[in-house]
Structure formats: structure tokens, C-alpha cells
């Protein structure tokens, strides 16, 4: 498949910038030839063994992500597009308001756990505050939206299982489960679950940092220590829309991205490339990473389902920071419930996928632990982020 057309939209960007619109325009095609130079992309693929193949391990762990090529099909995007227009139809009217379009009670009224949030039309919502823990440190520059563009769009949807089935589905599937338990082990160990809203002329941005925050300056600190994101793109991304990331940054340890960018000159970093996707890729992201997107000032819109998982030596017996769910020491028997999404996700896709093997997630088997998708299962999954594993 060849990339998403983005030239329109790299001169729309640009021309938001005024003086610096040449740079951007530059830098854009520039991020976008280097992203095409670094060989991390394509289907996943598992040795004889049932290993994951070991070039595709070794460019992850040298560049800190990798492009799965075509891991959502036709049938299974024609479910998540399906999803996605009937969460948006209970989106909330505005931020604070608790109805949707139809007077209806909106997504998210009546949890505890955080909902959809909402971010300034073209902001930066994150850079240059306390907002998780304070890891955006440089705010990237805002831009003029358009007259029609709301004030605040929607962002970030937290704890998104609990609202989209074809979300939950695309959690239980069995190949990514495999690079999961290859990446952090067969008890591998869940981490939070987004959707990253990045609508044209609206979507905010998410300013430069490292994920992470409780390790850095652990003895035994490396490459994989806080885990990792899938980031499964439903529209496709590009270097206008989409997340850029310093390829390999995420085996220096913690970096002072304020220093970076005060190095540079530039909030475009030199050395950064965007992730350049096409619709139904899926990006295995390190945390570590030094990764960040610009405002959405283009045509084509972006929506990631981001779902992590990370190392269960990293999470057990660790007190989390607070920045995804309330503080608290993750302890075994915390780790366990927060694992049964994870199993209800296994028997939702196997519901509606009956010829796919289903992935057999090892401590599941370990403590004859099974799973039934119904509604019982799915009112206990509301508020299921409250637990987590924030680390
Ligand atoms: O999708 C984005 O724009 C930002 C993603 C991100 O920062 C993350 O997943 O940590």
C-alpha cells in the first residue's frame, strides 16, 4: 500500500507557521525521507520456533519502534470505524456538559475514572505544566485554528475498553499479545489504554517527553524497563498529524528534552522522525522514547488506539505515580484484577473471530483463571483504569 498523500496537508501545516514556515515545510520532508531510511517496518512475523522474528526484535531494540504492517483487516476496521461513530455520537456537547448531541447522558457521566479530555483547537495542552508529573517540559507552538473550529475539541479518551468493543477485541489480539509476552515476558503485565483524538484543524499536541517516571535511576534501568505502547493507527498517520519520536533515545536513560530543544534552536528536533503509517498499522512504541506530535493543522485526521504493557518486575510491588490512576503500590493481587480486561478482551475476540487461535496468556492458565464476555463482565470493567499500572 502506498503512503497516505500528504503533500496538501504538509503546506497547510507549513503555512500556519508564518516565519518559520519554510523550516517546518523542510523539516516535514526531511522527517519523512529519514523515517523511510530506518528498516522497522513490516508484517509481524514469528520464527519456526514461535519466536518473534529476531530482525524485527533487534530494530525494535535499536530504534525503539517498529511498524506492524497490516494487522487490522477489513473486516476487523470496518468494527472499529463502526465503534468510533457511535462513541463520537455520545461524546459529550462540550467540555463539563453531561449530554451528547442528543440530550442523552454523554460517554463517561457517572464514572470515577477519567472520561474523554479536551484540549484547546491547534494547543498544546501538556507542554510547560505539572500535567503528568511534568514530563512535557517545552510547550511546542500553539496555532490559529480556523473560525469554525471550536474552542476545545476532543483529545484523549481515557480507559477506552470500557467504551468500544472493537477496542477491547483489538486488545485481545493474539499477535500482538505474542510481541507483548516476547517483549516483557508470558506474565507480561498491562499498562492504561487511550484513544489519541487528533482531528483535523483541531487536534492538539502532545510536546516532546519520555513516558516513564518511577526507574530512572533504578541499577538495573535498560531499554525495556517501562514498557511499551502499541499504537494501532485507524486512519493512518503522517508526519503532519502524526507522533515523532528520536529514534534510539530510548536506551540513553532519562533525557533532558528542555536541553534538547534549547540545543537545537528549534522545537523541531533535527534528528526526529515521524511515525508514517497507513491505515490498519499498528506501531510498537518504546516509552522511553522521546517522542511528541504537533498540532493537527492538516486535512487528514489521526486516531490511535494506544494500548500498553509492560515487564511485571517493573509493576509488582511498585507504587505507581499517580499519573495515569490514583497512587498505589501494585501488588500482586492488584496486577491480577487489572489483568481481567486482558482476559475479557481474549473472549471477545474469540467470540467474534471463532477461527483465530486465541492467545493463552500464561498466568491466566497458571491460576485456572476464565473469562466470559457478557454483561456482568462488562459492568465490571467500568472504571477498570482505576487500577492502572502507572509507573
Ligand atoms: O498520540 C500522540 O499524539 C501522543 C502519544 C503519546 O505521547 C504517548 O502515547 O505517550
Not at 93 to 118: C, K, M, N, Y
Not at 239 to 250: E, F, M, Y
Not at 344 to 373: H, S, V
Request: include cysteine; charged fraction near 25%.
Amino acid at each position: 500500500m502506498n503512503p497516505i498523500d500528504c503533500k496538501r496537508s504538509i503546506e497547510a501545516c507549513a503555512a500556519h507557521y508564518g516565519d518559520e514556515s519554510e523550516a517546518v515545510r523542510q523539516y516535514m520532508y526531511d522527517g519523512l525521507a529519514r523515517a523511510e531510511a530506518i528498516p522497522n517496518r513490516g508484517p509481524i512475523l514469528f520464527t519456526a520456533e514461535g519466536r518473534l522474528a529476531p530482525e524485527i526484535r533487534s530494530a525494535y531494540s535499536e530504534y525503539g519502534f517498529y511498524i506492524f504492517e497490516d494487522v487490522v483487516g477489513e473486516r476487523e476496521m470496518g468494527d472499529i470505524l463502526a465503534d468510533l461513530r457511535g462513541l463520537r455520537a455520545r461524546f459529550p456537547t462540550h467540555p463539563g456538559s453531561e449530554l451528547d448531541a442528543e440530550g442523552r447522558p454523554a460517554l463517561g457521566v457517572g464514572l470515577r475514572g477519567p472520561g474523554l479530555a479536551w484540549a484547546k483547537s491547534l494547543g498544546d495542552p501538556l507542554g510547560g505544566t505539572q500535567a503528568a508529573g511534568g514530563r512535557h517540559k517545552v510547550k511546542v507552538r500553539e496555532l490559529e485554528a480556523a473560525a469554525d473550529a471550536p474552542a476545545e475539541a476532543p483529545f484523549i479518551l481515557f480507559g477506552s475498553l470500557q467504551f468500544s468493543d472493537a477496542a477491547l477485541r483489538l486488545y485481545g489480539q493474539p499477535d500482538l499479545l505474542r510481541v507483548a509476552a516476547e517483549i516483557n515476558g508470558d506474565d507480561f503485565a498491562p499498562f492504561t489504554d487511550v484513544l489519541f483524538i487528533k482531528d483535523p484543524g483541531r487536534g492538539a499536541a502532545v510536546s516532546w517527553h519520555q513516558d516513564g517516571d518511577t526507574h530512572w535511576n533504578a541499577p538495573d534501568l535498560d531499554e525495556d524497563t517501562h514498557g511499551f505502547n502499541f499504537m494501532a493507527q485507524v486512519y493512518g498517520s503522517t508526519p503532519v498529524n502524526g507522533v515523532w519520536v528520536l529514534p534510539g533515545s530510548h536506551r540513553q536513560g532519562q533525557l533532558d528534552v528542555a536541553e534538547l530543544v534549547k540545543n537545537a534552536g528549534t522545537e523541531r528536533l533535527p534528528e526526529a522522525v515521524p511515525l508514517v503509517c497507513n491505515p490498519g498499522e499498528v506501531v510498537i512504541c518504546n516509552r522511553q522514547l522521546v517522542h511528541g506530535s504537533f498540532p493537527n493543522a492538516g486535512f487528514e485526521p489521526r486516531l490511535t488506539i494506544n494500548f500498553g504493557f509492560h515487564r511485571r518486575k517493573s509493576v509488582l510491588d511498585v507504587q505507581g505515580t499517580g499519573v495515569h490512576s490514583p497512587v498505589k503500590v501494585y501488588d500482586d493481587a492488584t496486577i491480577a484484577r487489572r489483568t481481567r480486561a486482558l482476559g475479557f478482551a481474549i473472549e471477545a475476540r474469540r467470540l467474534q473471530y471463532p477461527d483465530e487461535t486465541p492467545y493463552e496468556y500464561r498466568p491466566f492458565a497458571e491460576r485456572g483463571e476464565t473469562f466470559e464476555w457478557n454483561e456482568s463482565a462488562r459492568t465490571e470493567l467500568c472504571d477498570y483504569n482505576l487500577l492502572d499500572l502507572s509507573i
